[in-house]
């Protein structure tokens, strides 16, 4: 047996926003969600790792770099002299990557007056640092000779100019952990995407292929979720074939006392007193051959090879004999309306089966049109290589919730559709069963009035 299912209507993708498909992809994504986490996680480390480790060291080393940096500064001073000479100074400020500036009553000079004060010159650094913020800040970075002049030094801007390249270079360093990290999670969830995968196969009833297992002498925790579903998938299979065995062999066992029932039913005397009964009896005895050759014929489809006879056939023609058929059981067979493309061609498929499942289709729009309504309506045509058969009647349509299991086996709308008008539930699912064997498939909507069923099968040269 395979389970069926209607596809399910999704607003696609390309008609969202990009936000909304952002967010989508972040809510929906494991790997996506994992690496987010991943690196929050390392750029909050990694932070909070900076800012201790820089708070830690910095008291620390500032005050015993505050003497030797003093000593460096005073070192300077004499080298530029007293009164200050400019050339002295232009050479120190060309030697090293130092601003100096020099006000006082005879010279007022600076080396970069082109640059703005550096940053952390600024009286907001001053008084935010306690290392050049106290009272012996201008000891530290300034010095006042004996004549009056101010010199006052600071670290020249351009020496900081390969900042943004560093800024841009770890910007890529991270981008590239990123998406190395993207890619190892991706990797380490391959196998999400297999168990997925087998999952989908064993819903549809197919068996044949179970899910791989990564490292199966050593699995990991999704290797031991596969095998444990791979092991469902067995148990599973087993208990459908042993059903199937089973209703193969009750159907094949009750035929025959059907057949001798029939039979004897037959030979009964056409008299008054029981032609009523004899009559009943029949029909009943005819639903129940009838049954068990659905069951039959809908266990030979539902196997993994199911065997088709293909032969090229003319579907139109096909159509006009069932509804032929059908008048003999349904008086309104015959003002069926069949609507037939000029470009339909005929098409290789088993002629037996798709009088099945032609018959079943007219057979289902008529029981269920309502007698004051069109009568049902068959159209063919012929859309992007492959032929549609659309059956529609004008009745009370199904109810939205019953749609997707319509086709299932067994399966009746009660609240849509009574027992007397309706089968046991197999019409439908021989339908789906034909049109899933010519590589096919069958798709049901309400039309308001009625319901549509339409059959895409593909042309087979």
Known sequence: MRFWHLPAHRLDEHDCPWHLRARNAVGYSLRIRLVLVFMALAVTVAVTFMGGVQKAVSVGWREAARPLLMDYVDRLTAEIGNPPSVERAQAVANRLPLTLRI??????????????????????????????????GKR??????????????????????????????????????????????RHLLRPLDDIRSGAQRFGNGNFAQPIPVRHAHRPDELGHLAATINTMGDDIHQ?????????????????????RARLNTELLPETADVQTQRLALMRDLGEMAGLITDLLESERLAGRHAALHREPTDIAELA?????????????????????????PSVRLDRSRLRLLLRNLLDNSLRHSDPSAP??????????????????DHGPGVPPEHLPHLAQAFYRPDTARQRTTGGVGLGLYLCRLVAQAHDGQLDMRNVEPGLSVTVRLPVIE
Do not use: C
Request: charged fraction near 25%; glycine fraction near 4%.
């Open 140 to 185: 530290l970075l300034q010095r006042t000779t004996a004549d009056g002049h101010t010199i006052e030094f600071g670290l020249n801007a351009l020496s900081w100019d390969r900042r943004p390249r560093i800024a841009w270079g770890t910007l890529t360093v991270l981008l590239l952990l990123t998406a190395l990290a993207f890619v190892y999670v």
């Open 375 to 392: 009568p049902p309506e068959l159209h063919l045509r012929l859309v992007d290589g492959a032929v549609e058969i659309e059956v529609r």
């Open 239 to 259: 208990m459908l074939e042993a059903k199937r065995a089973l209703l193969l062999a009750m159907s094949h066992e009750l035929r025959s006392p059907l057949t």
């Open 320 to 344: 006009r004999e069932v509804i032929a058929d059908l008048q003999s059981r349904h008086a309104g067979a015959a003002l069926i309306t069949v609507h037939v493309a000029q470009a339909v």
């Open 103 to 136: 006000e006082g009553p005879q010279v007022n000079w600076a080396s970069h007056p082109d640059q703005p004060q550096p940053d952390w010159m600024s009286d907001k650094i001053r008084k935010d640092d306690h290392w050049v913020g106290d009272e012996n």
